[in-house]
């Protein structure tokens, strides 16, 4: 079955350090990728979407994503994180017919 | 700015009860969708619809059903709560294929 894994379950930064959040999806072929992020209480948004191209997007709040097709991944990154981006964040991947989530990582991020 | 809009935030409903979840979305869009999330398992699919009248399943769709009957409003129905269906469940909708789903805030569902 078509799946996309969030390896990073829970991540705790302080303020400044730098992001990196894995995302592999499990299957080949044309994918369109997603991050979306939900801020506490607030519904979710897309971050930054990847369809074809530059592997290298570049989306909102300084968050940018590399599309690396021999690895089946496609892993968020911000260099310098904020109080502001403590928030759950959701890689996706479409194929068919539908959106397939990880299950999420929550970032908490610590002045 | 695409809108989706779900009928409640919260809501609390008893064991047996039939529950009326209601999406509504501004922007025309053909598709449309319904989550829910649970803490540890991400967002997963109940039932999706390409058009009026039409829905498919998603990868749980037991225990409920939807309705569209017109292309704005997509309503999920659990014909009989269980505790097990307390959630959060979101509507979304898109303009169709791979393109960006947009969403709505949310119902938390609790069944007592």
């Known amino acids: 079955a078509q799946s996309v894994s969030q390896h990073n379950h829970h991540v705790i930064l302080s303020e400044a350090a730098s992001l990196e959040l894995g995302c592999n999806y499990s299957?080949?072929?044309?994918?369109?990728l997603f991050w979306y992020v939900q801020y506490p209480g607030q519904h979710l948004q897309l971050l930054l979407k990847y369809f074809s191209g530059d592997p290298l997007v570049k989306g909102i709040k300084g968050f940018e994503a590399e599309f690396i097709k021999s690895k089946f991944s496609f892993n968020l990154r911000k260099p310098s994180v904020q109080w502001s981006d403590t928030a759950e964040y959701f890689c996706a991947a479409y194929n068919t017919d539908k959106l397939i989530f990880g299950t999420g990582t929550r970032l908490q991020v610590f002045p | 700015d695409v809108k989706v809009t779900q009928s409640s935030r919260y809501l609390v409903k008893r064991t047996g009860e039939k529950v009326f979840l209601e999406c509504v979305q501004d922007?025309?869009?053909?598709?449309m969708f319904w989550y829910r999330q649970d803490p540890g398992l991400g967002l997963r699919l109940i039932y999706f619809s390409y058009d009026v009248k039409m829905k498919e399943k998603g990868d749980i769709p037991e225990g409920y059903s939807v309705s569209r009957e017109k292309k704005e409003r997509f309503s999920l129905i659990l014909e009989s709560a269980s505790t097990n269906q307390t959630s959060m469940y979101l509507c979304?909708?898109?303009?169709?294929?791979?393109?960006?789903?947009?969403f709505g805030p949310g119902t938390r569902l609790t069944v007592l």
């Open positions: 979304a909708s898109t303009t169709g294929g791979g393109n960006e789903q947009f």
């Open positions: 299957y080949g072929g044309t994918v369109n």
């Open positions: 922007m025309d869009h053909e598709n």
